[in-house]
């Protein structure tokens, strides 16, 4: 089965950097490729839906929300089959729980749908105060 093993998550003062990292294994016999596969990531704050925060297509394309354009960045490392999320600027709003997200039937998604990935992390929670 597809694995999403995400690090990188904690406390951060508002302004401040933080970067997200998923590993990503499994699927296939020959193992889930990042390169070929539409991934991303979503956020969980309490009492609200989730939220996706960035997208990325198998052909590089990048996606993300008004809400975070500008701030974070998504990218990918083929070699380590790992998957990025680097947050500048931290608001306190961004605190919530994060998620990567993985979609193996596609190359190509919409924002709106990385939630509802059918492979997803354990969730990290990240706090700016």
């Known amino acids: 089965d597809v694995q999403l093993v995400e690090s990188g998550g904690g406390s951060m003062q508002a302004g401040e950097s933080l970067k997200l990292s998923c590993a990503a294994s499994?699927?296939?016999?020959?193992?889930?490729?990042?390169?070929?596969?539409?991934m991303g990531w979503f956020r969980q704050a309490p009492d609200k839906e989730r939220e996706a925060v960035a997208g990325?297509?198998?052909?590089?394309?990048?996606k993300y929300p008004d809400s975070v354009k500008g701030r974070f960045t998504i990218s990918k490392d083929k070699s380590k089959n790992t998957l990025h999320l680097q947050m500048n600027s931290l608001k306190s709003e961004d605190t919530a729980i994060y998620y990567c997200?993985?979609?193996?039937?596609?190359?190509?998604?919409?924002?709106?749908?990385?939630?509802?990935?059918?492979?997803y992390s354990k969730g990290t929670q990240v706090t700016v105060s």
């Open positions: 997200a993985a979609d193996t039937s596609r190359n190509y998604c919409a924002l709106y749908e990385i939630p509802d990935f059918p492979y």
């Open positions: 499994g699927g296939t016999t020959s193992g889930l490729t990042i390169r070929e596969v539409c």
């Open positions: 990325l297509d198998a052909d590089g394309t990048t």
